[in-house]
């Protein structure tokens, strides 16, 4: 079975550029995680969709954060304008319903802002 | 209260060697208790959970052992092997939102 697809897998842009990074759940599961990871502040959550609504985006950064899942099978996190401190390794996970069903991780993409 | 403190951030074990990586936490709210293993370039994968209300879980090398009233919990890693070698993370769930431990870089030597 298919994991947890994330694009791209690295990404180095300048400051002030819009990014947007992809995931696609496994199929089936209709929870979506995007986390960051850095060394600072480890494996933050950032926001979550249950059946492609947003629940709880209180770990979204600022503004200029946006995430988006227009369906089951796929979702954004854009960035716009992108700042250096925003260099991460931002995670998509999946889990299916149910109580405490494991969350599935992607393999990140790895985002550098110059 | 939201914190989940682990320790210690880097260890190193010889091969056969039991390395114990310990997770400590505030909110009594918390009920899900996953570890998660980290490769380098690699996303988290779940190793093993346990709920508050057991006291010891095993999977194969992996063991859990949590002690509710000291809002305590750790990982031990029996007969660790090179393959091990990995970052661990412990975590702690309210529903569905993960809060994870800072990580804690391991290295099992041959």
């Known amino acids: 079975d298919a994991g947890v697809i994330q694009s791209p897998r690295h990404e180095v842009t300048e400051m002030g550029q819009e990014v947007t990074l992809r995931c696609k759940p496994i199929s089936g599961h209709d929870y979506l995680f995007w986390y960051r990871q850095t060394m600072m502040r480890g494996l933050e959550l950032l926001i979550y969709f249950n059946n492609n609504v947003p629940i709880d985006d209180s770990g979204m950064p600022e503004d200029r954060f946006s995430a988006k899942m227009p369906n089951a099978s796929f979702s954004t996190l854009k960035i716009q304008p992108s700042e250096p401190r925003d260099s991460a390794v931002y995670f998509c996970a999946s889990s299916s319903t149910g109580g405490n069903q494991p969350q599935h991780f992607g393999d990140g993409t790895r985002l550098s802002i110059l | 209260q939201q914190q989940v403190k682990q320790s210690p951030q880097s260890l190193i074990v010889q091969k056969g060697g039991i390395p114990i990586i310990n997770c400590a936490y505030e909110?009594?709210?918390?009920?899900?208790f996953p570890w998660y293993q980290q490769f380098p370039g690699k996303g988290p994968a779940l190793l093993i959970a346990?709920?508050?209300?057991?006291s010891e879980k095993k999977e194969g090398r992996f063991t859990i052992s949590f002690n509710k009233s000291a809002k305590q919990f750790s990982l031990h890693i029996m007969d660790s092997q090179p393959g091990d070698s990995a970052t661990y993370f412990c975590?702690?769930?309210?529903?569905?939102?993960?809060?994870f431990g800072q990580g804690t870089e391991l290295s099992v030597k041959p």
């Open positions: 975590a702690a769930s309210m529903g569905r939102k993960l809060i």
């Open positions: 909110n009594t709210a918390f009920d899900y």
């Open positions: 346990i709920r508050p209300d057991v």
